[in-house]
């Protein structure tokens, strides 16, 4: 049995729009070297308070690092995002071939270790 995590206070640091915060608990995080690049990549997945998703992923290698942050609300047919500075809303439909498509030309530079790694988090976001 899982056990259930407290809800917290979360900020979410963005260095491509602005923080975000939140009332909710840690869902699911991960932490992969990736030894091609040198990069070391965390990814945390937050549910808030009021059912939304929230979404980091650091990447460093020791000399910089980048923080992406993100605050998606599942609408139904529309999914709101936000990067803490810009909202958009989207037809699911269309954020998921768009996401698919950005994976897939991801995937050509990827190996087939990362590829899986790829699938399972994307098998993990989907339940």
């Given amino acids: 049995m899982k056990k259930s995590a407290a809800l917290k206070r979360v900020t979410l640091e963005n260095d491509f729009g602005g923080q ?28 808030t308070e009021q059912g939304r998703t929230g979404y980091s992923v650091v990447t460093g290698d020791g000399f910089k690092r980048e923080r992406r942050a993100y605050l998606l609300e599942d609408q139904g047919e529309t999914c709101m995002v936000s990067n803490g500075s810009i909202l958009l809303g989207l037809e699911t439909d269309n954020m998921l071939t768009f996401f698919a498509a950005a994976l897939a030309e991801q995937a050509e530079s990827l190996s087939e270790n ?7 988090q994307l098998k993990v976001v989907n339940g």
Avoid: Q, W
């Avoid at 975000?20 to 937050?46: A, H, P």
């Avoid at 990362?114 to 399972?120: D, H, S």
């Fill in 20 to 47: 975000i915060s939140f009332t909710g608990k840690l869902d699911n995080e991960t932490l992969n070297y990736n030894e091609g690049s040198g990069e070391l990549v965390s990814e945390k997945i937050y549910m």
């Fill in 114 to 120: 990362e590829l899986e790694y790829v699938k399972k």
